[in-house]
């Protein structure tokens, strides 16, 4: 990730009118979000997309067979690894944020919401208040 952010950092400069700004302002100017922030986005609607089985394939995550704790009905399986580099696999990275969504979200909107051009310039934040207003008012 990092030589990718190099990559972006050093492509966001070559645009002359933006070359003095610091990179999060060359970010915002030019429309794209971090690459953090698209890691997170797409790890959500592929846990969206496990979740509801919408592969062919043996499930990666496996869901919390406890149903009695607060939230959703999709809650993950929270997994532990000693190894320091197992923390970045998908099924480690994704777990608590998936775990802490909403259940309108977690059951029937993000690929709807998160395929929209608009949230392409929302934070995570955004993004679960326009998911909220469309979960309230049904526009699904």
């Not at 070559?14 to 690459?35: G, H």
């Amino acid at each position: 990730a990092t030589l990718l952010k190099n990559v972006q950092h050093r492509a966001t400069k070559m645009v002359p009118e933006l070359r003095e700004m610091e990179y999060v302002d060359r970010l915002k100017a030019m429309n794209l979000q971090s690459l953090y922030y698209r890691r997170d986005r797409g790890d959500m609607i592929e846990c969206y997309k496990m979740t509801h089985e919408k592969y062919d394939i043996p499930p990666l995550l496996k869901l919390d067979p406890d149903t009695s704790r607060r939230g959703h009905s999709l809650k993950l399986k929270v997994q532990s690894s000693k190894k320091e580099v197992r923390h970045n696999f998908f099924s480690l990275r994704v777990t608590s944020k998936w775990n802490s969504l909403p259940e309108c979200v977690t059951n029937t909107l993000p690929l709807e919401v998160l395929s929209r051009p608009e949230s392409l310039l929302l934070t995570l934040s955004g993004i679960l208040s326009l998911s909220a207003k469309i979960c309230a008012n049904n526009l699904f």
